[in-house]
């Protein structure tokens, strides 16, 4: 699954230590592949990757990817490099904007350089997100969005809209051969319990018998892939060999309402917690699906973890975090910046 060539594949995975990263270096290093995490640990967090303490193939790296990178990873070597460096969830990447913004053009142009110097295929993780508010449904990845470039989430998605600019650029000068890959809402064991997110919110609410927050009136949909198919899809958009794709939407095309995923969650933890309204925050999407058909056709990819199975898998987990933390810190810390 990740390549051809003889021996080891040599791999960086910028944003590795997070929840999505910390998978990927799962997958990678059990597919044989030497693993180098690069992570800042702003939102990113050494427990993800504690199950693999005195893995030899693996090697952590504190960096931020906006600073110049550091000699252990200009003096390596990569066959491939995954860029999945900046918090994704709205609150955390609202808390620092303009570093939220250059580290998806300065820390994307930073990676290409550098996977142009090694000759290195690069993967982008960019998001639905550069869809914004989308008048056009499904999402399709010939759609070209509809984004406020002066609200407070432009900072994310116009950060990744001129990251995959810049990745088209570079692949258009020949100077780097890239995949981007647009990653819709994700869900799984090692999201952070404080991160904010609505999955995360609803099921750390629902077990610790806190209010649980709608925001608006929770008729917003979305459409969550669980954490293995996206790796999965991920990882085949890497390994394929073929004229570039241009981006791939990578998610599940089963839609919900943040209603009806509060409900899936109340019958499925028993839970007592009230539901309060919360507001909406400002540009928050009103619906949110992906279009799949190009992902189906180029990669032989389809989710196979329905949302049921998922959301078990992902309880379980947030039981277990939620019991190895201290009493009073069992309540989601952020709210959506307003
Ligand atoms: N949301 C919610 N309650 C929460 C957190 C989020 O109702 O406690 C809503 C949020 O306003 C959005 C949806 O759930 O409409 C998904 O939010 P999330 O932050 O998970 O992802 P994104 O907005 O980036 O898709």
Not at 11 to 37: K, M, N, W, Y
Request: with cysteine; aromatic share 6%.
């Amino acid at each position: 699954m990740i390549g051809n060539k003889p021996g080891p594949k040599r791999v960086l995975i910028a944003g590795g230590a997070g929840f999505i990263g910390s998978h990927l270096t799962d997958r990678l290093l059990a597919a044989g592949a030497e693993v180098t995490v690069l992570d800042n640990l702003q939102t990113g967090r050494r427990e993800n990757l504690a199950h693999l303490d005195g893995a030899r193939e693996l090697r952590f790296i504190k960096a931020d990817i906006t600073d110049e990178l550091p000699r252990k990873v200009t003096g390596d070597r990569f066959d491939q490099i995954y860029n999945l460096a900046c918090a994704a969830s709205p609150p955390r990447y609202q808390a620092d904007p303009e570093h939220t913004l250059l580290t998806n053009v300065l820390g994307t142009r930073n990676l290409l350089r550098l996977a142009e110097a090694h000759g290195a295929r690069f993967l982008l993780t960019s998001t639905s997100e550069v869809y914004g508010d989308p008048e056009v449904h499904p999402q399709r990845e010939d759609y070209r969005g509809s984004v406020s470039c002066t609200g407070p989430r432009a900072c994310y998605d116009e950060g990744k809209r001129a990251a995959e600019t810049l990745t088209f650029d570079f692949v258009r000068l020949g100077r780097v051969d890239a995949r981007v890959v647009r990653i819709f809402n994700t869900y799984g064991p090692r999201m952070d319990p404080d991160d904010g997110r609505v999955v995360s919110n609803v099921i750390c609410q629902a077990l610790s018998g806190q209010p649980i927050t709608i925001y608006g009136d929770g008729s917003q949909t979305r459409s969550f892939c669980y954490v293995d198919d996206l790796i999965d899809g991920i990882l085949r958009l890497m390994a394929l060999e073929c004229d570039q794709p241009g981006p791939v939407n990578v998610g599940n095309a089963a839609e919900l309402t943040v209603r009806d995923l509060v409900e899936r969650v109340v019958a499925l933890t028993g839970t007592s917690s009230p539901v309060t309204y919360q507001p909406l925050p400002q540009d928050d999407p009103r619906r949110r699906r992906p279009d799949i058909g190009l992902a189906q056709r180029l990669l032989g990819w389809e989710p196979r973890v329905d949302l049921q199975q998922g959301l078990e898998a992902t309880t379980t987990y947030f039981a277990e975090e939620l019991r190895r933390r201290p009493p009073d810190a069992g309540e989601p810390a952020l709210a959506a910046a307003e």
